[in-house]
Nanobody, 126 residues
Framework: QVQLLETGGGSVQTGGSLRLSCAASGFTPSVYSSYCMGWFRQAPGKEREGVAT????????YYATSVNGRFTISRDNAKNTVYLQMNSLKPEDTATYYC????????????????WGQGTQVSVSS
């Protein structure tokens, strides 16, 4: 059974940094390394939106315009883990952050992710 577990959320002030982690279980490392991994977020009263995605080899990444240049997605396939380094945080980054996985050739597309974690809360105060 595939499970994704996000950790690393918390409360920071504007301009601060957080690093989120998402550990996948139920995959062997060889299978995990064939999956696209992504980070999404949902703020209160808003729809869920894609934040960043990373291809299986970890070398190709894609970011939403709102976070490009401030967030960095990376993965360690040996540890079945994907990360999201968030710098220069803004109050509008406040949301529940989810990691997700899919097996697809088009990792940059935020649609089609079919395995989801439970989410971790990020709060940024001004």
């Amino acid at each position: 059974q595939v499970q994704l577990l996000e950790t690393g959320g918390g409360s920071v002030q504007t301009g601060g940094s957080l690093r989120l982690s998402c550990a996948a279980s139920g995959f062997t490392p060889s299978v995990y390394s064939s999956y696209c991994m992504g980070w999404f977020r949902q703020a209160p009263g808003k729809e869920r939106e894609g934040v960043a995605t990373v291809y299986p080899n970890g070398r190709a990444t894609y970011y939403a315009t709102s976070v490009n240049g401030r967030f960095t997605i990376s993965r360690d396939n040996a540890k079945n883990t994907v990360y999201l380094q968030m710098n220069s945080l803004k109050p509008e980054d406040t949301a529940t952050y989810y990691c997700a996985a899919k097996r697809d050739a088009f990792c940059y597309e935020f649609s089609g992710y079919n395995y989801w974690g439970q989410g971790t809360q990020v709060s940024v105060s001004s």
